[in-house]
């Protein structure tokens, strides 16, 4: 496990080298201790797919070089520790996407095999990130890795669920985007009238890192 200081006061932890299920595995239990055991002064803290960044408070960690050997271990020995898996959430897709043909295409397949290689498997939330709420998910079929459009849409639809690279994921809200567009989910898998309720926070957001996502027709 490998870290290097961004700045006097935040942290980045390299727990994996790659995707799979260790990293997958390690990230969970990760922020499960992050969640359970905060070291001092820790702000926040953002997973990414094998790395986790943590923010401190500036009046409680002068210098995070000084800590940073330390919080490496504990989580090195958090990330040994055996979570139990997410719960399988079903999100209920179409496959209507402007962008079918582009990855049927570039893959050499079928429409109807985009489709069905998409929807066969259980992914992992491996982070939420670039939007609220906006799940990254694998793994994805080798046979649908499909890279980013060349110029990104300026608008894409609430509900899109689109493959970018070697990742699928779903639009939470309406934004640019240069993911190809597969399909869509009348699913709300961000609410932003329970973002802004302090008392539903929480419930503001479907899925949350360490879930796992069937799509269902």
Not at 162 to 173: D, K, L, N, P, R
Request: hydrophobic content about 35%.
């Amino acid at each position: 496990m490998r870290w290097k200081s961004y700045g006097p006061h935040a942290l980045l932890v390299e727990f994996a080298e790659g995707l799979g299920d260790i990293a997958f595995e390690r990230s969970c239990a990760i922020a499960k201790h992050l969640e359970e055991e905060p070291p001092d002064g820790l702000r926040e803290f953002v997973s990414g797919f094998t790395t986790v960044l943590l923010e401190f408070e500036p009046e409680r960690v002068h210098d995070v070089r000084d800590v940073a050997s330390g919080i490496a271990g504990k989580l090195e020995r958090a990330s040994k520790r055996r979570i139990a898996p997410g719960p399988i959430k079903e999100i209920s897709v179409t496959y209507d996407g402007l962008d079918l043909q582009v990855v049927a295409t570039a893959n050499r397949i079928s429409i109807s095999d985009v489709c069905r290689l998409h929807s066969k498997p259980v992914y992992k939330v491996y982070m939420i990130g670039f939007a609220p709420g906006f799940p990254y998910l694998g793994d994805l079929d080798p046979k649908l890795h499909t890279p980013r459009l060349a110029s990104p849409r300026p608008r894409v639809p609430a509900g899109s669920v689109a493959i970018g690279g070697e990742h699928t994921g779903i639009y939470t809200v309406e934004s640019p985007g240069g993911w190809n567009i597969v399909g869509h989910t009348p699913l709300r898998i961000f609410d932003i009238e329970r973002a802004t309720d302090p008392s539903k926070e929480r419930e503001a957001f479907r899925l949350k890192q360490g879930d796992r996502v069937k799509f269902v027709t």
